[in-house]
């Protein structure tokens, strides 16, 4: 398998990974979200902060299979390295606010590293080619 496919290959893993969680979090913000990691949950009025999870999420996922489509590689490689400080973000809001430690590093650690491979691998493919093409 070529470095091409391997990458194409684990962004759309990871778009539609992002986009189930993030609509979960649209549709069944309440059964989605224990699995975050998190201790305890907002209630009430507060609940609309699930939404902004589950907007954020899925906006993510779209913005990878868009720059796909587009066949905006190198973009989507450096997005996808910025993407991958979300996922440290949701680790150290878990570890800070005494949620799971396995959560927080089994879920969202072990996913920006996968998000951050994706993008190196993305961007180790530009140079291939860049080199290539010399």
């Known amino acids: 398998m070529t470095l091409s496919r391997i990458a194409t290959a684990l962004s759309l893993v990871g ?7 993030g609509i979960s979090y ?6 989605t979200a224990p ?11 507060a609940v609309a902060f699930m ?4 907007v954020r999420d ?5 913005l990878i299979v868009v720059l796909l489509a587009a066949k905006q590689r190198y973009a989507l490689g450096i997005v996808t390295l910025v993407i991958a400080l979300v996922p ?6 878990v ?7 396995a959560a927080a590093f ?3 650690g072990l996913t920006a590293v996968f998000v951050f491979l994706t993008g190196a691998l993305l961007l180790r493919e530009h140079q291939v080619a860049t080199n290539t093409a010399r």
């Open 95 to 101: 570890l800070s606010w005494n949620g799971s430690p």
């Open 35 to 45: 699995g975050f990691g998190l201790p305890a949950w907002p209630d009430g009025d």
């Open 26 to 31: 649209l549709i069944t913000p309440d059964t």
């Open 58 to 62: 899925t906006v993510l996922g779209v």
């Open 51 to 54: 939404n902004l999870k589950g």
């Open 106 to 108: 089994g879920i969202h």
């Open 88 to 93: 440290v973000g949701d680790m150290i809001t």
């Open 15 to 21: 778009a539609a990974f992002i986009l189930y969680i």
